[in-house]
């Protein structure tokens, strides 16, 4: 009960949505979902990258997130998952998933996860086509709503300052919307739609000062947002 109302609280300050209405929606979902990790447990925060080349700029950046998502503080665990690790295969609609999708979906939807950040390459003004095909899977979350309220953030790094990492995190931010995820910015002092990152120094993404300011404050916002909507966060 208690934790139905801190987050009560919390959509209400924040003004996510209606708060009426998401009270009772979180409120519902909360007391049909038993199989809650225990109080103590630690929130995890998961960052998937979806670049084509594992461990570059993009894996880079997230980690830089998540570094920032973990000093938040000792109650966080992160993880990183890179989907170049995984065989995704286009996604037919009514056919049955034959990748790896499942291992996927399980670590996504586990409920220690309080929030996920997403990262893209920008691949000619959007995001990548694998992050794209991972997305598309989510069919059954339509449905289950296995993703609802947990926070999630967008990080996008170009080869341009501005080569469409806002397009591309705003087209991945559709889709999280429609998951019933709760999108969170890159927080004060700059507080825009998430991290935007430029490639500027030959695939080293940690000399961009500027977009490594906004990784760390959406690393650090989707942390603090996870913990409210967990009951541990101030
Ligand atoms: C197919 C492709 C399309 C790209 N399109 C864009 C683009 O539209 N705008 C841009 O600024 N950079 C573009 N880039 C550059 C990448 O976004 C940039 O190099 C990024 O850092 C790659 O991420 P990674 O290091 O994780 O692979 C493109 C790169 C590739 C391979």
């Known amino acids: 009960m208690k934790e139905n109302l801190d987050r009560r609280h919390f959509l209400e300050s924040a003004g996510a949505v209606a708060a009426g209405a998401a009270a009772v929606a979180l409120a519902g979902a909360s007391a049909a979902r038993a199989d809650e990790p225990p109080a103590n447990a630690k929130v995890r925060i998961l960052a998937i990258s979806g670049s084509h080349r594992k461990g570059k700029t993009t894996a880079t950046a997230l980690k830089i997130a998540l ?22 295969d286009p996604v037919q609609p009514g056919a049955p998933f034959k990748d790896d999708y499942e291992k996927l979906g399980a670590k996504i939807t586990d409920l220690a996860v309080g929030g996920i950040i997403f990262g893209t390459p920008v691949y000619f003004s959007n995001m990548s086509s694998l992050m794209k095909t991972f997305i598309e899977h989510w ?14 953030g967008v990080l996008a790094v170009a080869g341009a300052r501005n080569g469409g990492q806002e397009n591309a995190s705003q087209s991945i931010m559709a889709a999280l919307l429609g998951m019933e995820m709760i999108c969170v910015g890159d927080g004060r002092p700059t507080a825009h739609s998430g991290a935007t990152l430029w490639n500027n120094a030959k695939d080293d993404i940690t000399q961009d000062e500027t977009g490594v300011a906004t990784a760390k404050g959406l690393g650090r916002r989707v942390a603090e947002v996870a913990l409210r909507l967990a009951g541990k966060g101030k």
Not at 68 to 73: D, G, I, K, L, R
Not at 139 to 152: C, D, H, Q, V
Request: hydrophobic share 40%; charged share 25%.
């Open 67 to 88: 570094d920032s998502a973990q000093a938040v503080s000792p109650n966080i665990e992160t993880e990183l998952l890179e989907l170049v690790d995984y065989k995704l």
């Open 139 to 152: 069919g059954p979350y339509k449905k289950s709503f296995a993703l609802s309220n947990k926070a999630a």
